[in-house]
């Protein structure tokens, strides 16, 4: 008697909401293309710019975003990041 594997399917993609702005603590209001500044990953602040805002299905508010300054040599292959929409700072 063979055994034969079991079949999976292959999981549905999970759909985030995207959103057009949020709200920090200050009442600051962000988009997608704004600079904020962020903790960057070899320490110290660096700036950034929001590519997306979305809701996870926690309900928070998460802003997306990528590097707008270049980090040190071996952080140059840093793509993206996240920060919770209410701890958002701008990047002036």
Request: charged share 20%.
């Amino acid at each position: 008697m063979e055994l034969s594997r079991p079949i999976r399917s292959k999981p549905k993609p999970q759909v985030i909401p995207q959103l057009e702005s949020c709200t920090n603590v200050a009442g600051e209001v962000f988009k997608p293309g704004d600079m904020i500044s962020v903790s960057a990953p070899w320490g110290g602040k660096t700036i950034a710019e929001i590519e997306l805002i979305y809701q996870a299905e926690s309900g928070n508010l998460w802003a997306k975003y990528k590097p707008a300054e270049p980090g040190p040599n071996e952080w140059a292959e840093w793509e993206n990041g996240v920060c919770l929409c209410h701890l958002l700072k701008g990047g002036n």
